[in-house]
Nanobody, 123 residues
Framework: QVQLVESGGGLVQAGGSLRLSCAGSGRTFSTYAIGWFRQAPGKEREFVAAISRSGGTTNYAGSVKGRFTISRDNAKNTVYLQMNSLKPEDTAIYYC????????????????WGQGTQVTVSS
């Protein structure tokens, strides 16, 4: 079991950057693939990015590819999401999730979820 806590959200102007962090508890953090998802008001939760247990494999949604970068530091039990060239349509609550599988782009592929962090991009 792992507990996940997101941080780093905030208000930023379009074109700006933010770095989100997902901190995990426990010695088993490195055994979990981690995904980032987001949910805007009135919309379903959608996949953003994911990273494998070792960090050797990553996957991105088409809408963020080239702008967002996911990485992890297992020594610090933390996964990062560097978000550059932010757009108003990136506004959402961002969630990180952990799963005992190689990597997944669907919500049901993850067993543990954080509480989320709000990202707001103004135009």
């Amino acid at each position: 079991q792992v507990q996940l806590v997101e941080s780093g959200g905030g208000l930023v102007q379009a074109g700006g950057s933010l770095r989100l962090s997902c901190a995990g508890s426990g010695r088993t953090f490195s055994t979990y693939a981690i995904g980032w998802f987001r949910q805007a008001p009135g919309k379903e939760r959608e996949f953003v990015a994911a990273i494998s247990r070792s960090g050797g494999t990553t996957n991105y949604a088409g809408s963020v590819k080239g702008r967002f970068t996911i990485s992890r530091d297992n020594a610090k039990n933390t996964v990062y999401l560097q978000m550059n060239s932010l757009k108003p349509e990136d506004t959402a609550i961002y969630y990180c999730a952990g799963g005992s599988h190689p990597i997944s782009v669907i919500t049901t592929g993850y067993d543990y979820w954080g509480q989320g962090t709000q990202v707001t991009v103004s135009s």
